[in-house]
């Protein structure tokens, strides 16, 4: 009825329709733009810290909000771990570790970070994270996490020999494309 022409005509013709209507699957549809979130977390270390450093293992997790393009907000939870070598009440530079950031919607990174730069002052820490999304949402892109820790005890918990052994911190994240 159609002939071979017709039929490959009204094929690209659907084709064409399907692309113009955005039939792509959402994580395709925006997996590149840039990620951004922002919220809280606990942070605990093992063992404390005091003012003598030691080698610390660091266990966070952050509840975000993320948004990838406007008026797309989507809620996060994560868990982040590593080693933070000599650290002390006065010194605390992460090594590297792992984050895995769960999407409300479905969707996970896990995230490598190999290097941070930090600064203490005035009992605050500040500590940026740098490192790469090797699974998941964003995967093969830059991370960076930046994140803001006041104690959650008093400072003069790194006298004692148990240390400082949890803070809250305000908390970043970008994972971005370019």
């Given at each position: 009825?159609?002939?071979?022409?017709?039929?490959?005509?009204?094929?690209?013709?659907?084709?064409?329709?399907?692309?113009?209507?955005g039939w792509a699957p959402a994580a395709q549809a925006h997996a590149h733009a840039p990620l951004s979130c922002s919220g809280q977390e606990s942070t605990s270390y093992s063992p404390g810290l005091t003012v003598e450093p030691r080698d610390v293992g660091i266990e966070a997790h952050p509840t975000y909000t993320c948004t990838d393009r406007p008026g797309h907000v989507v809620s996060a939870t994560g868990t982040i771990e590593g080693i933070s070598p000599g650290a002390s009440c006065l010194a605390l530079v992460t090594a590297?570790?792992?984050?895995?950031?769960y999407y409300a919607d479905g969707g996970e990174s896990v995230i490598v970070y190999t290097s941070s730069v930090g600064t203490r002052a005035l009992g605050a820490h500040t500590l940026q994270l740098l490192g790469t999304v090797v699974e998941g949402r964003g995967k093969g892109h830059r991370a960076v996490r930046s994140v803001q820790t006041l104690p959650g005890t008093l400072p003069t918990d790194c006298l004692t020999p148990d240390g400082l052994r949890q803070a809250f911190a305000g908390v970043e994240l970008e994972i971005d494309p370019s």
């Open positions: 009825m159609f002939g071979r022409y017709g039929v490959r005509v009204s094929l690209c013709a659907m084709a064409l329709a399907a692309a113009s209507l590297g570790g792992r984050e895995t950031v």
